[in-house]
């Protein structure tokens, strides 16, 4: 049938549902997909009733579906990573769960493809990439001295795009079924011979729009980083973690186009028959796998790089120092930005190129060990001689340090043609891709969570929980992973749901023993919010500086205020706030209060939302005529937008007296404690002068 021959329900009709394949032919792999898309639907029903008993859709429309302020947009990106977060981490579970009953198990082999394309698709592009925005969009303005990033339209259309992505991968649970070629989606096998469900339409439509979003992102943080910076900040005088935003940034901007751009030509492949990747017909695979990968491995770093700014935060702070060898650690951060675009080739060492080409890619890779090096070196000279709190931040960043050279090492040794070979999609590069992601990725935005969490809602998270969750996290990575290694060198192949070679067994129940931890680790971390917004009232922190900080996001109150400063601060050295508080110059009165001028909220970003979710799902269904109804409609609204005249509202300078006022007779009857005592009820956010 001819692409445009559907008829107004395009492919959809019952079948589609995911509970017809139970109906049908019940087993426990239809039972899981079933349960699986009744979660959904009952969590989405659940959430709208509660939403509507507690009557709180005004406050969530004025402050926060339509706002602009860049702190409020990087909490909804967090929130949405969350929840993506508890969807792959249930699917890795399956998977394990599945590879260690093998070889009867439960899953069809089919299912089971969708799951690693899923998991690998989620952690990716919806759990990691918009985490991180998220802490960027919160932590960088402050730390410049910005009002805003320099187009929170834009930024908010960002996160639009984003969600209504990560909720067509949601609808993929019950509607149709999701891609089986994995979270790179090779043709051509996701081509339309091959593949000729709607599965790879899901991913492509995602993964495209979700990528233009992480585009524009990408451009908005470094105009923000190269325009907005307060009187005082040149680029040496920034934080790490904004230097660490700045260069992941410009990857962004670099690196998502390939893959837009190769995910847009295998749908014209699908939809229109072209032959981009097909053998035949002038088309060639090859040219997907170097696009793909042109982006693929500076993924990595775009993902790396900003963890290595939080953990760079982290210890500094939590070693009550200043960051050693601040430069060098630019110097490095740029260094592996700029060679992180020397190295695809290494992920297709086995596809037929010479040997030359291999040793040139393979003594790249290796190069990036040494700025890598240089990091660590200097992270730990920081805390030499430091007085280290053993802080949840600082947990999580210790283990790092330990399981992330570990997970480099094994990179260093992959870099290598002669043992890539060896080892070529085995279970050994799961091990390696997951060594360095977890600990460089979601150790770090969970180090960040629980270090600008205070800022953010004016309370801080509770410690106790929050330590015993990252030690979980520990453990069951461990568990889970290293078994990987010792499989993997014994031959058994990744994305296998079942095999016949029953040696691999017992790694695989090992690595479902390590499943079950993280899950543990999962909980503690629902547990620690639970028992935090609990014990909320012992442990506000409203002025603001809970942890004796060093750089501006710290002074201001928690939570900080639309305006971020009362006045932009004037920034004289590296650490601004603790130059501030040594010279007696944090928590100043301005000489004058002056109205400050803030963008209006924006029912765009809404729209936007929700209009490109109805696209996406109209393309992977074939419904035209709603594709072409909703593409008009974002048109549109794209317009009707530009002719808003009122985009921005004052907030008068009386209204900035009285808040600032009454913050600052709140610094002055509070006690300023010490280190010591930053976890006791006494710590209202007033940090003691400790030199």
């Not at 198990?105 to 925005?133: K, R």
């Not at 050994?428 to 977890?438: C, T």
Request: hydrophobic share 50%.
């Amino acid at each position: 049938m001819n692409n445009l021959d559907y008829g107004w329900l395009g492919k959809l009709n019952w079948d589609s549902l995911v509970f017809s394949g139970f109906l049908e032919r019940p087993s426990v792999s239809e039972a899981v997909a079933s349960v699986a898309g009744s979660i959904v639907i009952l969590a989405t029903v659940g959430i709208l009733f509660l939403l509507t008993w507690f009557k709180v859709w005004g406050t969530l429309w004025r402050d926060w579906l339509t706002s602009t302020d860049h702190k409020r947009i990087g909490i909804m990106y967090i929130v949405f990573a969350i929840v993506m977060l508890v969807r792959g981490l249930l699917e890795g579970m399956v998977m394990r769960a599945q590879q260690a009953a093998a070889p009867e198990g439960f899953l069809y082999a089919d299912h089971f493809a969708q799951l690693f394309s899923t998991h690998g698709t989620i952690m990716v592009f919806f759990v990691a990439v918009p985490f991180l925005v998220g802490l960027i969009n919160f932590a960088m303005p402050l730390q410049i001295g910005a009002r805003d990033v320099a187009f929170p339209v834009l930024n908010q259309i960002s996160l639009a795009v984003t969600v209504s992505s990560g909720i067509l991968l949601m609808v993929s649970l019950v509607v149709g079924q999701f891609s089986t070629g994995g979270w790179s989606a090779y043709p051509p096998y996701t081509g339309a011979d091959f593949s000729p469900g709607v599965g790879p339409d899901y991913w492509i439509w995602a993964i495209v729009f979700s990528g233009a979003g992480t585009t524009l992102t990408g451009i908005n943080f470094t105009v923000t980083v190269y325009k907005c910076r307060g009187p005082g900040m040149h680029l040496f005088r920034m934080p790490l973690f904004c230097w660490t935003v700045l260069c992941a940034s410009i990857l962004m901007i670099f690196a998502m186009p390939p893959l837009s751009v190769a995910a847009l030509m295998l749908g014209l492949d699908r939809y229109l028959d072209f032959h981009f990747f097909t053998n035949d017909l002038g088309g060639n695979m090859m040219n997907y796998a170097n696009l793909f990968w042109l982006f693929g491995h500076p993924e990595v770093y775009l993902l790396v790089l900003p963890a290595y700014g939080i953990f760079s935060e982290v210890f500094s702070t939590y070693s009550a120092k200043t960051l050693y060898g601040y430069k060098s650690l630019v110097i490095a951060t740029m260094c592996i930005a700029i060679l992180s675009f020397t190295v695809w080739l290494h992920h297709f060492f086995t596809m037929g190129q010479s040997p030359t080409i291999n040793i040139a890619f393979g003594i790249a890779t290796m190069l990036i060990a040494v700025p890598t090096g240089v990091k660590v070196y200097d992270w730990m000279a920081t805390m030499y001689r430091g007085r280290i709190r053993f802080t949840t931040p600082m947990v999580y960043a210790i283990g790092f340090l330990i399981l992330f050279v570990i997970g480099g090492l094994s990179g260093v040794i992959l870099a290598n043609p002669t043992v890539d070979f060896q080892v070529h999609n085995t279970l050994f590069l799961v091990a390696h891709f997951h060594n360095v992601l977890i600990p460089g990725v979601l150790f770090g935005i969970l180090a960040g969570y629980n270090y600008w969490f205070p800022k953010a809602f004016g309370f801080r998270l509770n410690d106790k929980w929050g330590k015993r969750s990252a030690y979980l996290w520990f453990a069951g990575f461990m568990v889970t992973f290293f078994p990987l290694y010792g499989a993997g060198l014994l031959g058994m192949p990744r994305r296998s749901f079942s095999y016949a070679d029953l040696t691999f067994k017992p790694y695989m129940i090992v690595a479902f023993i390590g499943a079950m931890i993280v899950l543990a680790a999962l909980i503690s971390l629902v547990i620690q919010f639970i028992v935090s917004i609990r014990d909320r009232k012992k442990t506000q922190v409203p002025v603001g500086d809970p942890w004796d900080g060093r750089s501006l996001e710290w002074n201001s109150p928690a939570p900080v205020p639309a305006y971020n400063f009362v006045e932009i601060p004037k920034v004289t050295d590296r650490d601004a706030f603790t130059e501030a508080k040594e010279h007696g110059e944090a928590y100043k009165r301005p000489k004058v209060y002056r109205d400050i001028e803030l963008p209006k909220n924006n029912p765009l970003g809404f729209i936007l939302c929700v209009v490109s979710g109805i696209l996406m799902f109209a393309l992977v269904w074939y419904i035209w005529w709603l594709a072409l109804i909703s593409a008009l409609t974002i048109l549109v609204a794209v317009i009707a937008a530009t002719f808003r005249k009122e985009t921005e509202y004052i907030i008068p300078a009386s209204q900035l007296e009285k808040d600032t006022e009454a913050w600052l007779a709140l610094v002055e009857k509070s006690e300023a404690v010490s280190r010591d005592l930053e976890d006791s009820p006494r710590n209202v956010g007033l940090a003691k002068l400790e030199i």
